[in-house]
């Protein structure tokens, strides 16, 4: 027994060298099967890479195209900002009044009364109602509201009756009565353009 324990220890190295195969051929197998593995998954993240790719073009685009549409947007904010800067700082009441005033004594309309009604608020301007009440023609009334709608200052008719006044006619033209409101505008201060940005 002393023999084959000796002869055993003689060829410990064999065995050792076996067992230092073994493991190196399970270490390659492993390795072998991980890059069968790795080049397996090679063309899926292939194809994950173009797809990231195309993502982040279009990211890029839209970035671009947002940059585009602020200056756009800032664009159309400073126009809108200039146009309601255009509408006077206030509204005279005297000023306005007399120059309705002016242009039915122009065109001869009776029997006026003007008084300046309530102030209303809207996003971009300020709005100021006058009621006017009137006698005249019909063309003549229109010739006013042709001549206060070419007037520097914006003016809108929010409202307008006209009846019979049943008086006798005089002349061609029939006398009616005429009652309107009518909307002057200035601009708001307090109004800000959002940019969302």
Same mark, same amino acid.
């Given at each position: 027994?002393?023999?084959?324990?000796?002869? $055993?220890? /003689?060829?410990?190295?064999?065995?050792?060298? =076996?067992?230092?195969?073994? &493991? #190196?051929? %399970?270490?390659? !197998?492993?390795?072998?099967?991980?890059?069968?593995?790795?080049?397996?998954?090679?063309?899926?993240?292939?194809?994950?890479?173009?797809?990231?790719?195309?993502?982040?073009?279009?990211?890029?685009?839209?970035?671009?195209?947002?940059?585009?549409?602020?200056?756009?947007?800032?664009?159309?904010?400073?126009?809108?900002?200039?146009?309601?800067?255009?509408?006077?700082?206030?509204?005279?009441?005297?000023?306005? $009044?007399? /120059?309705?005033?002016?242009?039915?004594?122009? =065109?001869?309309?009776?029997? &006026? #009364?003007? %008084?300046?009604? !309530?102030?209303?608020?809207?996003?971009?301007?300020?709005?100021?109602?006058?009621?006017?009440?009137?006698?005249?023609?019909?063309?003549?009334?229109?010739?006013?509201?042709?001549?206060?709608?070419?007037?520097?200052?914006?003016?809108?008719?929010?409202?307008?009756?006209?009846?019979?006044?049943?008086?006798?006619?005089?002349?061609?033209?029939?006398?009616?009565?005429?009652?309107?409101?009518?909307?002057?505008?200035?601009?708001?201060?307090?109004?800000?353009?959002?940019?969302?940005?």
């Amino acid at each position: 027994m002393k023999a084959l324990v000796n002869k $055993l220890i /003689a060829n410990v190295h064999v065995f050792i060298f =076996l067992y230092g195969c073994w &493991t #190196t051929y %399970e270490l390659w !197998e492993q390795h072998d099967m991980r890059l069968t593995e790795i080049e397996n998954d090679i063309p899926t993240i292939e194809a994950d890479i173009v797809k990231l790719k195309i993502k982040v073009r279009e990211i890029n685009d839209f970035i671009k195209k947002a940059d585009e549409y602020k200056v756009r947007v800032e664009e159309v904010a400073k126009n809108i900002e200039s146009v309601q800067k255009q509408l006077p700082a206030d509204t005279n009441d005297s000023q306005i $009044l007399s /120059a309705f005033q002016a242009e039915m004594k122009v =065109l001869n309309i009776k029997d &006026t #009364t003007m %008084e300046p009604k !309530e102030e209303g608020s809207s996003t971009y301007f300020i709005s100021k109602d006058y009621s006017v009440k009137a006698s005249g023609t019909f063309l003549q009334f229109l010739i006013f509201f042709e001549r206060i709608g070419n007037s520097t200052r914006i003016y809108n008719i929010k409202s307008l009756k006209l009846s019979s006044s049943g008086a006798s006619r005089k002349g061609r033209f029939q006398l009616v009565n005429g009652e309107t409101t009518i909307q002057a505008y200035r601009f708001n201060p307090s109004f800000r353009v959002e940019r969302g940005f």
